[in-house]
């Protein structure tokens, strides 16, 4: 069943409420004093390590272009939700969290359309179970709308919108477990929907992928016309398989990458009665990274361990990429990773400019 269709069934119910113009009140374009835990503002009209896109539709693009995330389909696109998703980062449900972006949809036409900031237990198919929280339009009836999915059971309300460009926030109070949606600021005070009992009634306590993305029901949009821009996490904790469980207390804050390296160990089959003590990272940078970017003072490290590097040095391949190769201790290695099998290992250092590169292969340890 369509949301344009369900919507039919309650535009009687709601209709008053699309004169007010919005949930309260636009709050555009604003700021905090506080620092961000994560953000974006697609000034550099390229994606960042930070996001991947989801979503198989052909006829849906998620783009960065004009210093914004763009999104454009074409007519024949139905139901898909494309977009940006948080790549090998999450928020951690078991604290309070605040995210806010600014939404813009001004795509015209009969047909029905929505451009939302959300989050997922499943950063692989999001469509399933989500919080979705965006404006778009229903037909020829522009409106705010949420949208929570888990499995089977969807739940979703409509309001109607007299501006195309609005701010949305999203914020969760841990302690009481509610989930507040609004388009004025964070808590109760601001909410135009209140979940109670929320992880409870949703998902329980996982990791929650933050995603921007688009979705439309035959509606034909073109540059200009749903895109995404500042977007910020700006309360709560993060997680990320770049953290290192074997790290000292209190040493849990992710790596989130500038760069996105390609990582391969040698060798890929670790023998625990095996002689040598190295393993040996081949780390390759993005090809507009030269070898001058490369930082030899920075010591990269390994995890699971957070093991320093023993030695490392850097070149040119003949294709152009600059790899650095690091040496590290394949005992320390092996006391850091107990049980045998397949295991994730992560490469981490910082470039001379400060970014952080990072890359993640699999290894077998016997």
């Known amino acids: 069943m369509s949301r344009s269709f369900i919507l039919f069934m309650v535009i009687a119910v709601i209709a008053a409420r699309a004169s007010v113009g919005g949930l309260g009140g636009v709050a555009q374009g604003q700021t905090t004093a506080s620092t961000a835990v994560v953000q974006d503002n697609f000034d550099d009209n390229k994606m960042a390590s930070l996001w991947k896109v989801f979503g198989s539709s052909a006829t849906i693009k998620a783009t960065e272009a004009n210093k914004r995330l763009e999104f454009i389909t074409t007519a024949d696109a139905n139901e898909a939700v494309v977009g940006y998703i948080s790549n090998k980062w999450w928020i951690d449900p078991n604290q309070d969290f605040q995210m806010k972006s600014t939404l813009c949809f001004d795509a015209i036409g009969t047909s029905s359309g929505w451009v939302m900031l959300g989050f997922t237990p499943d950063s692989d198919t999001p469509v399933d179970r989500h919080i979705m929280f965006g404006i778009g339009r229903s037909k020829t009836f522009k409106n705010y709308w949420w949208e929570g999915k888990n499995d089977l059971v969807t739940y979703m309300d409509f309001v109607g919108r007299t501006v195309n460009s609005v701010t949305l926030y999203i914020s969760y109070d841990a302690w009481n477990d509610i989930l507040y949606l609004g388009d004025t600021g964070y808590g109760e005070e601001n909410a135009w929907q ?17 995603f921007l993305g688009v979705t439309t029901e035959n509606l034909a949009i073109s540059s200009g016309g749903a895109y995404i821009d500042n977007f910020a996490l700006e309360k709560g904790k993060i997680g990320s398989p770049y ?8 040493d849990d804050d992710p790596i989130l990458t500038d760069v996105d390296a390609t990582l391969a160990i040698m060798p890929s089959t670790i023998g625990r009665k095996t002689t040598g003590d190295r393993v040996t990272a081949v780390i390759t940078l993005p090809k507009d990274l030269t070898l001058a970017d490369w930082n030899s003072a920075d010591v990269p490290t390994l995890s699971p361990g957070s093991i320093a590097a023993g030695a490392q040095a850097a070149f040119t391949w003949v294709d152009g990429s600059v790899k650095i190769l690091a040496s590290f201790s394949k005992t320390a290695l092996l006391t850091a990773v107990t049980a045998d099998g397949q295991v994730e290992l992560h490469v981490v250092g910082k470039l001379k400019d400060g970014a952080t590169y990072a890359g993640s292969c699999t290894v077998t340890i016997y």
Request: charged share 10%; proline share 16%.
């Open 243 to 250: 953290t290192d469980p074997n790290g000292p207390p209190g």
């Open 194 to 210: 209140i979940m109670e009992n929320f992880t409870s009634s949703y998902w329980g306590h996982v990791p929650f992928y933050v």
